[in-house]
């Protein structure tokens, strides 16, 4: 049974910073591109970063800079770091690997 669980997600002031965790269990993260999406409240889900099977990534241009996706391939996890968030950045992010999905962190950013 493959599950995605994702972890990290929290209140956060605008301008901070915040590492979310996405860990993968009964799927290996090397032979399957691993995305993170968000959904901002009353908007539809978007993409937000891809780290592809074979080591590439790429970024929606709206976080271009400031969010950077990572892969640790002996926890079989991707990170997300997200720095200088905004208030445009609130959102429920959820990972993704192929068709599955973890069940979302949510990341209000607020002062």
């Known amino acids: 049974q493959v599950q995605l669980v994702e972890s990290g997600g929290g209140l956060v002031q605008p301008g901070g910073s915040l590492t979310l965790s996405c860990a993968a269990s009964?799927?290996?993260?090397?032979?399957?591109?691993m995305a993170w999406y968000r959904q901002a409240p009353g908007r539809q889900r978007e993409w937000v970063a891809v780290?592809?099977?074979?080591?590439?990534?790429a970024y929606t241009n709206s976080v271009q800079g400031r969010f950077t996706i990572t892969r640790d391939d002996a926890k079989n996890t991707v990170y997300l770091q997200m720095h200088n968030l905004t208030f445009e950045d609130t959102a429920v992010y959820s990972c993704?690997?192929?068709?599955?999905w973890g069940q979302g962190t949510q990341i209000p950013v607020s002062s």
């Open positions: 993704n690997c192929f068709q599955y």
């Open positions: 009964g799927i290996d993260f090397r032979d399957n591109n």
């Open positions: 780290f592809g099977h074979s080591g590439q990534t």
